[in-house]
């Protein structure tokens, strides 16, 4: 059995029973530290140790974390860090903060997660920076055509202090929100059932003139329009269906959510186009993070490098292990599984996309919201000093590889 399905051998009445005594955070924490198939005995002990853990003292503050639909389970599949962050969060302070985990869409959902964090409902979200770009714009501004060649310049510029002034500081004077960490992938078109019998794409011109679900981030219309690629906004909880039922051809995201989500079996192939970002991230609120202490402020800090590093490492094995967005795929992956087939374009194919559509190549298509963006900014000439960073590690570094930095801290 593969691990993303370690708690199927757990009843659905086994674990509400455990959630109702120990509650769900106290749960899935200590799911996420098991490893292979989980008996209910063994999750019973391990949760009854995390609560008692958990609970020794009595906080100081506790968090609210909105984590839209993820859970135990599809957090092993994306490797998106929100549950390493809480677990860490939480022993770094020895109980001072603790973090409630609300997934499963149960208090916001990946368009309203930001929303919600805005108005104080949640204290900290995750979400798709793309589709939370709909309640805070500014997280646009990673959103340029081809601004990064791959995963690894992603993760670079994260790490980097750069980010700090380019994307971070911005985001929270506009928005007041603290933009802690992310996992890093670069969205291709996921291809539906109606392309199944289709042999793999190969040529960039294949996907002219299909019809495909755009999320919330509007620098990704402007490129899915120059590419013909037609975009239809579609929420994310309903593209599984859309794609179901043909209503669309394709949808712009990435490899990982597109198995964590369960659209596997609705998908057929999915294209590496690596237009722009796919960047599931964590953040929290600025004012809820302003009235912390200092060695709490400096805490969630740390915890938030730690997740990072996790991300880089375990998302990397995950698109591999997991996911089976690899060629050759390896066995018993999610792909494989439900034969979706990757389809990785070739250099040229790349090149012809980019020089369709980045801002390099057709800066008037950009002009109206890089002024925009420019001006959230303060005046700072955000396209072109991102893709100056992401532009500092090789194109072709394995993005493991990607020295960790801790952002905040200017040397």
Known sequence: MSVFNKLGAISRRDLFKLTGQYGITSTLLAAGTLGGTVSLSSLANAVESTYNKRYKNEPKHTLKFGASGFNARNLLIERAGCLEFARDLEERTE??????????????????????????????????????????????????????????????????????????????????????????????????????????????????????????????????????????????????????QGLIDGAETWASAVAYANMSPVVSQSVDLKFFCGTEHTSMSAKVFDAMDAHLQDAIL???????????????????KTVGFSDPQL?????????????????????????????????????????????????????????????????????ENVEPRRWWRSA
């Open 331 to 399: 066995p018993n992956t999610l792909f494989v599984e439900n034969n979706v087939r990757p389809a990785f374009l070739a250099d040229d194919q790349i090149k012809m996309a980019e020089e369709m559509c980045s801002p390099e190549h057709q800066p008037q298509l950009w002009e109206q919201w890089r002024d925009r963006l420019n001006k959230w900014s303060g005046g700072i000439d955000t396209y072109t000093d991102i893709a100056k960073v992401a532009r500092e590690v090789p194109a072709d570094m394995l993005p």
């Open 95 to 244: 109980g001072e903060i603790r973090v409630e985990f609300i997934g499963d869409n149960q208090i916001c959902g990946q368009l309203s997660c930001v929303e919600k964090t805005q108005l104080g409902v949640v204290d900290i979200y995750a979400a798709s920076t793309q589709n939370s770009a709909g309640g805070a714009p500014y997280l646009n501004v990673l959103d340029y055509a081809y601004m990064f060649p791959g995963r690894a310049s992603q993760y670079h510029f994260l790490y980097s202090p750069e980010s700090q002034r380019i994307l971070r500081d911005p985001l929270e004077k506009r928005h007041g929100l603290k933009f802690l960490f992310s996992h890093c992938e670069l969205r291709g078109i996921q291809l539906g059932l109606k392309h199944k019998d289709a042999p793999t794409f190969t040529k960039l011109e294949q996907l002219f003139g299909t019809k495909n679900r755009v999320t919330g981030t509007q620098l990704g219309r402007i490129a899915m329009q120059a590419l013909n690629l037609n975009p239809v906004p579609v929420a994310w909880e309903e593209t599984l269906d859309g794609l179901k």
């Open 302 to 320: 740390e915890s938030s490098y730690l997740a990072q590093v996790h991300v880089q490492a375990a998302n990397e094995a995950a698109l591999v």
